[in-house]
């Protein structure tokens, strides 16, 4: 079946850093696209989204970039905080309504050091 | 304002018994998710609803049943349970298909 994968399953990064994390997606026809966060023990998290018809999203010091071409995702965290080390998840939908459910990807964790 | 509401939070079950697994939501959404979360894994999909009657098969939805006889509720049964089906079970919920609402996750253990 499609999937949505991550490149890396760990990132670490200094308090105040940017932090980027990537994600390829397989499924060329979908049609909106999730970040989430996940702490220990507790459900998803949404950051930001971004439908396909966009490239660029900007939230609260977050950025999500979409290339359909390389069909590739990846969330932008600027002066990363520790509170901020999580797993990052990527999801996609092949089209918004009708109930479609969201693929999930494997995860990112990411580690902020004070 | 409480979201999406798990019931219950943990539960340890034995090969082979039944339980159910209760997610409400107070949002008037129309769709409704379980998901399940392995070790190192994403979250798959089980079964989902589209609205209030109505239920559908997701990724792997062997081995459990749901039903949606109101809206606000979406119930996940394991008719038998094994040790495959240890997991962290979510549920979610949206009204339009995005900013999908997750629960804070029930956590099964069957042995």
């Known amino acids: 079946g499609e999937s949505v994968g991550l490149h890396l399953p760990t990132l670490s990064v200094q308090e105040g850093d940017n932090s980027i994390i990537n994600c390829a997606y397989s499924?060329?026809?979908?049609?909106?696209f999730i970040w989430y966060k996940q702490e220990s023990g507790k459900g998803p998290q949404f950051i930001i989204d971004i439908r396909s018809n966009m490239d660029k999203r900007q939230g609260q010091r977050v950025t999500v970039l979409l290339n359909k071409t390389v069909k590739h995702l990846s969330l932008q965290i600027a002066a990363t905080q520790p509170g901020d080390s999580a797993v990052y998840f990527c999801a996609e939908s092949p089209s918004m309504g009708a109930g479609t459910a969201l693929i999930f990807g494997k995860g990112t964790t990411l580690s902020v050091s004070s | 304002n409480a979201g999406v509401t798990q019931t219950p939070k943990f539960r340890v079950l034995k090969t082979g018994q039944s339980m159910t697994l209760l997610c409400a939501q107070d949002?008037?959404?129309?769709?409704m998710y379980w998901y399940r979360q392995d070790p190192g894994m994403g979250l798959r999909l089980i079964h989902y609803s589209v609205g209030e009657g109505t239920t559908a098969k997701g990724e792997v939805p062997d081995g459990y049943n749901v039903s949606r006889l109101k809206k606000q509720n979406f119930l996940l049964g394991l008719e038998s349970a094994a040790p495959s089906q240890t997991s962290v079970y979510f549920c979610?919920?949206?009204?339009?298909?995005?900013?999908?609402?997750f629960g804070s996750g029930t956590r099964l253990t069957v042995v």
């Open positions: 499924n060329s026809a979908s049609d909106y």
């Open positions: 979610a919920s949206t009204k339009e298909g995005y900013g999908y609402t």
């Open positions: 949002m008037n959404h129309e769709y």
